[in-house]
C-alpha cells in the first residue's frame, strides 16, 4: 500500500516549457487536491477533484489544468511554465470531502528558470 | 470556509507542554476542527480533528471551548523531533469539498 505517489520528485523546466505532474492513490479515495508551497508559505489549493470525472479551482488556478484521468489518478499540467510557478507541488487525496483527513505525497519541487 | 487565525511562529523548550491557540471567530455550526503538522520537505500529516470540548489522541490533545471561536492545540513533552510548522483549519464535514491550509505556526523546539 504505497499511499500516494508523485512523479517526479524534481524537475527543471525553462520558461515557456510544459510538463505535466502525475499523482496516484492506492486507498480508494474519492478527492484528490494539488497544493503548491512557496519557500516559507502555507499551502495554496491549485485545483480540487471532489469525485471522479469532477474537477474544480482552489485559490491559485491560473496557468493551471488538471485532468482527473480515473479515480486513482489527478494529473496537474503546467502549459507555459513561468518562473512564478518555481515551487513544491503536493497532490492529496481523501476518502470523503476536504474536512476528513488529507493523505499527502511526497511532493514535486519544481524549478522554472 | 471559516476563516482561521494562528501565531505565525513559536519557540519552546524540549520537555515542555506547547499550546498552539487558533482563533476561529466566524465558525459555523457543522465546522470541524482539524490540526495537520509539516515536517521540512514534506507534505502535512493530520494530527487531530474535533467538533467540541475536548479530543486526544497518542500525539496531541485539542481543546475547544463551549463558544468554539477558537481552539488550542497542545502537545505534550515536546522533543526536538516536533520542530515543524502546525496548521489549523475549519471546515464543513458534509458541506465543503476544499479546504483552506493558510500559513500555519512554525513551532521550533530548543534544546
Known amino acids: 500500500n504505497a499511499g500516494v505517489t508523485q512523479t517526479p520528485k524534481f524537475q527543471v523546466l525553462k520558461t515557456g516549457q510544459s510538463m505535466t505532474l502525475q499523482c496516484a492513490q492506492d486507498m480508494n479515495h474519492n478527492s484528490m487536491y494539488w497544493y503548491r508551497q512557496d519557500p516559507g508559505m502555507g499551502l495554496r489549493l491549485i485545483y480540487y477533484s471532489a469525485s471522479e470525472g469532477t474537477t474544480d479551482k482552489g485559490e491559485v488556478p491560473n496557468g493551471y489544468n488538471v485532468s482527473r484521468l480515473n479515480k486513482r489518478e489527478f494529473s496537474l499540467r503546467l502549459e507555459s511554465a513561468a518562473p512564478s510557478q518555481t515551487s513544491v507541488y503536493f497532490c492529496?487525496?481523501?476518502?470523503?470531502?476536504?474536512?476528513?483527513?488529507?493523505?499527502f505525497g511526497p511532493g514535486t519541487r519544481l524549478t522554472v528558470t | 470556509l471559516a476563516k482561521t487565525t494562528q501565531p505565525i511562529s513559536m519557540d519552546s523548550y524540549e520537555g515542555q507542554e506547547v499550546n498552539i491557540t487558533c482563533s476561529h471567530n466566524?465558525?459555523?455550526?457543522?465546522?470541524?476542527i482539524t490540526w495537520y503538522q509539516q515536517f521540512p520537505s514534506q507534505g502535512p500529516r493530520f494530527i487531530i480533528q474535533?467538533?467540541?470540548t475536548k479530543v486526544t489522541n497518542e500525539v496531541a490533545s485539542l481543546f475547544i471551548p463551549a463558544d468554539r471561536k477558537s481552539s488550542t492545540l497542545s502537545l505534550p513533552r515536546v522533543s526536538l523531533s516536533d520542530t515543524a510548522v502546525y496548521y489549523c483549519l475549519v471546515g464543513d464535514w458534509d458541506r465543503d469539498d476544499k479546504i483552506i491550509f493558510g500559513k500555519g505556526t512554525r513551532l521550533h523546539i530548543l534544546p
Open positions: 492529496a487525496s481523501t476518502h470523503d470531502r476536504g474536512v476528513s483527513e488529507q493523505y
Open positions: 474535533g467538533y467540541k
Open positions: 466566524n465558525i459555523a455550526t457543522n465546522d470541524y
